[in-house]
């Protein structure tokens, strides 16, 4: 069931709609109706306070304690399977496309990213991060019921903006201090890349692929991009290729194989294909690389 405008959110805290573009609803006081498979037409900030059941976001289980923060972009499908014994607590805040349209707050959205970290990331807070959250939610509510003046749209999009800010500083904390620090990370890829390539699995099933690697970091493609690129300082694509060339240098000098033969053990369905990208990253063809015309350090 599709969720898409303000009166239609509202009806589930039984609440007035004070703003056509965006609401905040307290989950204590939410209709249990609010936690059946729904589809928001909209972008959402939702603090868990309580775990009251089981989280499911684009299909996918996620699992949360209390004090959790998760997002929702226009589109997605989000329902709960509830633990009745467990009241429901926590902030709900959503705005329409339209709000941010032509704004400061629209022009720099797109450090907000992880609005497009799909499935299985969520933001676990700290006690002081909480207060800082519950503090930004009950000012935007508060300006919700504030009587409307010329600067009402222009300070709820602040506070809109702080909220979200607090958001991308918090969840990049968290996994700063995750296992994933940057020498663990790159240590763990260039394991799991080093070992894909030498056991053959890419002759059997293909180059491996930034959605295959963030699969195995428990990560969504679009947050495991952020992440290389963040760490490693390039993109999670060059990160690949720039193995499939290390191998491809070591198959060349230590093996009688063809570059054909190369690139099928690699995972390229085309010799050409291989060819152009082993040129495109070390300036040589494989044959007059193989000749020894240069030394290869993709």
């Known amino acids: ?22 609401a905040v609803g307290d989950l204590s006081r939410a209709s249990l109706s609010l936690y059946e498979p729904l589809r928001f037409d909209m972008y959402g900030v939702v603090l868990m306070d309580s775990c009251f059941g089981e989280l499911v976001k684009a299909g996918t289980a996620i699992r949360y304690d209390a004090g959790t923060i998760f997002w929702l972009r226009p589109g997605q499908h989000v329902a709960m399977n509830l633990d009745y014994s467990v009241k429901p607590r926590g902030w709900m805040l959503v705005f329409r496309p339209e709000l941010i349209e032509r704004t400061g707050l629209g022009r720099d959205f797109y450090m907000f990213d992880f609005f497009n970290h799909d499935v299985n990331e969520a933001l676990t807070l ?29 300070m709820l999009r ?21 296992s994933t620090r940057k020498s663990d990370f790159k240590a763990q890829l260039d394991l799991l890349l080093d070992n894909y390539l030498s056991s053959g699995s890419s002759s059997q099933q293909g180059q491996p692929t930034v959605a295959w690697c963030a699969g195995r970091f428990h990560l969504s493609p679009n947050y ?32 009688p194989m063809t570059v054909a033969e190369i690139a ?8 050409t294909h291989f060819a152009r990208m082993f040129r495109r990253k070390t300036g040589l063809s494989p044959q007059q690389y193989r000749q020894g015309l240069h030394c290869c350090a993709p």
């Open 1 to 22: 069931m599709p969720v898409t405008t303000m009166e239609e959110f509202n009806a589930y805290f039984r609440q007035p709609t004070m703003h056509p573009l965006m």
């Open 126 to 154: 700290s006690p002081a991060e909480r207060g800082i959250i519950i503090n930004s939610f009950s000012n935007i509510q508060a300006e919700l019921l504030s009587r409307r003046d010329y600067l009402s749209d222009h």
């Open 158 to 178: 602040l506070g809109i903006g702080a909220l979200l800010s607090y958001c991308k500083r918090f969840f990049e904390r968290q996994f700063e201090e995750g």
């Open 224 to 255: 495991f991009g952020d992440l290389v690129r963040r760490e490693l300082h390039v993109t999670a694509q060059d990160y690949i290729q720039q193995k499939l060339v290390t191998k491809a240098c070591q198959l060349l000098t230590t093996t």
């Open 264 to 271: 099928e053990e690699l995972g390229f369905s085309y010799p």
